[in-house]
Each structure stands twice: as structure tokens, then as C-alpha cells.
């Protein structure tokens, strides 16, 4: 299995953003350069609305609160859901959506046993951290696919997600649990890492690590100003 995942690992240098102040102008990113071939587009893509399904399954089946497991089994729904369009996006082209996804198994599962928390309540983290970010990604990848696919994958993975439901569950959590909030926000920091790792492994790279890195390092930019938004929406510090 790929090293990205084993729990101790050098530190990934992310992104430096200042998260506070007015954005400026967007920088254009011809994604045609960085995009990765259709079908592997959509078997990484796909496996991952499946790795996020079972993911916020097991949280729901943990959850002690009904409260609780209501919202999160409807995040879990919709993740599937997504996980189905995209298995219909790999049909439609005649080929076989199993032997698509089939090379990034391992990595994927391995990446989610190493985003599994240390509660339901870090785990169900977790699944806002990973899936917030890797949506956003492969909705910005997407505009380089070609012909008609990409604006329906955009639009399919742009579509609810559950998210303000999950998100209402840990602030209630963070409310009740004063210790809680520090422990999520350092689990939170922990997560982004592994998480801009698995986008990376999507983009084909030149072999030019400072050519690669100008040309993609506006994507990753957006990507940590979204989740540093998600945080803040649970009072927490990314």
C-alpha cells in the first residue's frame, strides 16, 4: 500500500493562505495540463463517495443520540447517491465501473482506516474534513474533463450533501463537550494533510516539481480558504 498512509509520516507543507483577509484576484488554472484521464477521473471519484458512505454509515450505527444518527444516515444516503451517478457516468462509456475503481482500492481504504477517529464524533469530523475538500477538488478537476461529462459530474457532486445537517450534530456535541472543540480542531489540522495528498495522486504531474507546484498551488489555495470556512462554521481553528 502507498505510503501516504501510514499513521507517522513527514510533515506535508500546505498551502500558506491568510485566512482572514479579502482574496485577491483568482489566478487561471489550465486544468487541461494537470488532468488526469477520464475513466481514472471517475474510479477515484467514485470510490471515494463509497469510502464516504461507509464512513458516515459507521458513524451512524455509533452515534448514541437518535438526534444524531437521523442526519448523519441522510449524509450517508447522499453520498451514495453521488457514488450510483458516477458509477452510471463509467456505464455509460461500456465499461465496467468495478475493474475502474479497482486501482485505487488499497489507497482509498487505507487512507480511510487513517481518518478513522478515535470516537464517532472525530470520525464524523472527518468525513466533513475529507469529503469537503475532495468534492471541492474533483468539482474544479471536472472543468477539464471532456464534452458534456464534466458539468454533469460538477453538478452531481455540487449537489447536497448534508452537510449543514452534520455539521449541526458537532456543534452540539462542541456545546455540550468543553474539551471537545480543542481535541476536534487538532484532529481537524491532522486530517487536511492526508487529504491534499489523496488530490494530488488525481493530477498528472510533469515530473517538474516547481513547474507542478506553480501551476497547481492556486487549486490547493481555494481548496484550504473552503475548509478554513467549514471550521469556522464549528467554532473551530483550522
Do not use: C
Amino acid at each position: 500500500m502507498s505510503t501516504w498512509f501510514s499513521r507517522r509520516r513527514p510533515t506535508v507543507e500546505l498551502p500558506r493562505l491568510s485566512p482572514r483577509t479579502p482574496p485577491g484576484p483568482a489566478t487561471k488554472v489550465d486544468l487541461h495540463e494537470v488532468m488526469p484521464d477520464l475513466l481514472p477521473f471517475l474510479g477515484q471519484a467514485a470510490y471515494l463517495q463509497l469510502g464516504r458512505f461507509e464512513t458516515l454509515s459507521r458513524v451512524a450505527a455509533d452515534a448514541g443520540d437518535l438526534r444524531a444518527k437521523e442526519p448523519v444516515s441522510v449524509a450517508a444516503g447522499l453520498a451514495l447517491s453521488k457514488h450510483h451517478g458516477l458509477i452510471a457516468e463509467i456505464r455509460r462509456r461500456g465499461d465496467d465501473p468495478a475493474a475502474v475503481m479497482q486501482p485505487f482500492a488499497d489507497a482509498i481504504e487505507g487512507f480511510g482506516a487513517t481518518t478513522l477517529g478515535s470516537d464517532w464524533r472525530e470520525t464524523l469530523l472527518s468525513a466533513i474534513v475529507t469529503g469537503g475538500l475532495l468534492d471541492d477538488f474533483f468539482i474544479r478537476l471536472a472543468a477539464g474533463l471532456p464534452g458534456d461529462v464534466g458539468p454533469r459530474t460538477a453538478h452531481l457532486l455540487g449537489s447536497d450533501s448534508g452537510q449543514e445537517g452534520i455539521l449541526e450534530v458537532l456543534r452540539e456535541e462542541i456545546g455540550a463537550d468543553p474539551q471537545l472543540g480543542s481535541r476536534l480542531a487538532m484532529w481537524g489540522r491532522r486530517l487536511v494533510g492526508d487529504t491534499l495528498l489523496v488530490a494530488r495522486s488525481a493530477l498528472h504531474q510533469s515530473g517538474n516539481r516547481a513547474s507542478d507546484e506553480e501551476r497547481i498551488e492556486p487549486i490547493f489555495t481555494e481548496l484550504i480558504a473552503a475548509h478554513t470556512r467549514r471550521m469556522d462554521a464549528l467554532g473551530l481553528t483550522a
